[in-house]
Nanobody, 124 residues
Framework: QVPLVDSGGGLVQAGGSLRLSCAASGRTFSVYTMAWFRQAPGKEREFVAAISGNGISTWYADSVKGRFTISRGVAKNTVYLQMNSLKPEDTAVYYC?????????????????WGQGTQVTVSS
């Protein structure tokens, strides 16, 4: 009833860039921690990045530090993931998610709301 809508995935060559976006539907998520997770076929869902409700604090998986940037829009119920220097191992379905509070930001099962997922494919 309160899904997130994520978009922006596509096919890109290694070294390229993409920007994903995610917007809440029917609710304000300005006080929520929002995050991006990804899942490759046959693999577990993996934490990518998160941002606090006020947009001040951010957290990143080691695998994407220095390459990806998470940010929030003015209304703060929208989140973006700027992905630079993409690698083939970044290939996955990317999902945005939202939760109250900031504890356990890297654990997917702590998130209450999820987007439908957007495919990112990086070729070599």
């Amino acid at each position: 009833q309160v899904p997130l809508v994520d978009s922006g995935g596509g096919l890109v060559q290694a070294g390229g860039s993409l920007r994903l976006s995610c917007a809440a539907s029917g609710r304000t998520f300005s006080v929520y921690t929002m995050a991006w997770f990804r899942q490759a076929p046959g693999k577990e869902r993996e934490f990518v990045a998160a941002i606090s409700g006020n947009g001040i604090s951010t957290w990143y998986a080691d695998s994407v530090k220095g390459r990806f940037t998470i940010s929030r829009g003015v209304a703060k119920n929208t989140v973006y993931l700027q992905m630079n220097s993409l690698k083939p191992e970044d290939t996955a379905v990317y999902y945005c998610a939202a939760k109250s509070g900031t504890t356990n930001y890297g654990l997917g099962h702590q998130y209450e709301h999820w987007g439908q997922g957007t495919q990112v494919t990086v070729s070599s």
